[in-house]
């Protein structure tokens, strides 16, 4: 079945014989939870509803927000409760990020299933930080939930902040700054640019405007073990025996850790018949355009449009009706969108297969630095003892992540395709491109790429970008990936570099699906910062205390004994 085709059947279930809005009432009430706190709980039902499942949502964005879904919910035959989490809005306690969501959870879960009008079977929606509440309520194990719709969200919330040993910098800081209590007198700051930049690390919530103790501590800890072991369920989420619907957008930061929650689940659940309940949407999205067409710099056409209400409408008519057919309909485990060809496509898992795993070379003399260096990427491995690149990452002047305009100041950096030719010009971005394509090049799952590479300092980044470059010059990224060159070996004990060594490092790309068109060109990026988007590294190995900076010579070989390459998985079509 096509996407299309998938979204008309979705249409369709949407008139008829259900209710429209005007016949939805809501109510307001105040759920204790184990502890006595009183969390502020709407209860969207239809008149006609008497008895029926429960859809719930906890979230720290105002309950208010989730009206339109809610109704849409209850007129669909469900009884709709949204929940504003602990300490937010109207809710009694304080927040603390994800501190108190299992128990709540499964609280909220209990009362919900003790109602009269709750028929005892309950499923939960929501993304990001709502998306986590379900995978943290779901380890509890309540009794009544029967499913969970996680989209763009974690099971390991180290794994979302930081990368490869980088944190998610601009990210957490500006989070912090909207979901943290204010002392009086506070103001956020008015400078994120300076703030972004500060040193230590450790300070930063300081620079953001007061002390923030939970924020400190994340951006003080940037190995994983102790310190997050309570926000690791990756282990737990394999006893679990829900049917899931997992979404996210190669975009998205929360991309691999969606992608791997899926994966996980079907390969790995210790319930056989759970393995089969899981289904994967993947597409061209980044974290606030789940659904849309125009994403960044770039539209994917009309069948990147995607209802999120209706599709977890379709999975909550699946699983949480007793008469929901599910036999006559198997489920789909993957439904991913290949970019640029703008096309959905299906598959058993992720990675899908038909594709396989293709090398593609680095070359050049020794000056692949800017768009316009003699950077090559072809299929050949290095014959020779080609001369090494290098350049100069200046903790002062990190490498941006997106180009810095008058409408997007340095602070403000996406995720999304942006076209990346300022970005290119840098002397401290090494370019490689292919030669125009004479046919198209098509990839889907999880890239990656292979590098030789040594530094001066105690410590250096390697981010590594995957370009479309179109004819007319534009090039829009498809996937990046960043390794801090201590977390080389191990994310748990991080060692320095020896200066001037060379080592062989591999960083991750995430998960893609992307055609790039005859005329185009493939291009590979590499640098030394991603800048807000993830901390500057200063270079000397001191971690996230440190108050100096060093500016390091980083270099990349591909020799014949060195060959660094990208390997992308590519359609078995174009081999």
Known sequence: MSMKSFAVILATLLVGSRSTFADVQVETVMVSMRDGVQLATDVYRDDATTVAPVVLMRTPYNKDRAKGAAQQFAAAGYIAVVQDCRGKFASEGVFIPYNNEGQDGFDAIEWAGNQSW???????WGSSYVGATQWQAAVEHPPKLVTITPTATWSSFYRNLYLGGAVRHSLIARWASGNSPKPEGATVTD???????????SEIDDQVGWSISWLEAMLTHPTPGGYWKRLDLTDDMLDLKLPMQHVVGYYDFFSRESVNNFSRMQQLAKDQATR??????LGPWD??????????????????????TAATLD??????????????????????????ENRWHEAESWPPGGYESTSFYLHSSGRAN??????????????TDEPVDRFRADPADPVPACPVTDQRPLHVAIWAPVDQRTIEDRDDVLCYSTEPLTQPLTFAGNARADLFVAADTADA???????DVHPDGAAYNLAVGILRGRFRESELEPKPLTPNETCQISVDLGPIAAQIAPGHRLRVDICGAYFPLFDRNPNTGEGPFGKSTAIATESVYHTSAKPSRILLPVSTSNQ
């Not at 003699?374 to 014959?383: E, T």
């Open 118 to 124: 709750c028929n005892g079977r309950i499923g939960m």
């Open 191 to 201: 400078d994120w640019n300076r703030t972004l930049l500060h040193l230590p690390l």
């Open 276 to 281: 089969k309940q899981q289904r994967l949407i």
């Open 287 to 308: 974290h606030g355009t789940i659904g849309k067409s125009r994403v960044g710099d770039l539209d994917f056409g009309a069948e990147a449009q995607w209802d999120a």
């Open 315 to 340: 999975w909550f008519d699946r699983t949480l009706k007793e008469t929901a057919g599910s036999e006559a309909t198997p489920i789909v485990p993957v439904r991913y969108f290949v970019m640029g």
């Open 370 to 383: 800017t768009r316009g260096g003699d950077g090559q990427l072809n299929r050949a491995a290095p014959s």
């Open 461 to 467: 980044d390697w981010v590594v970008k995957l370009i």
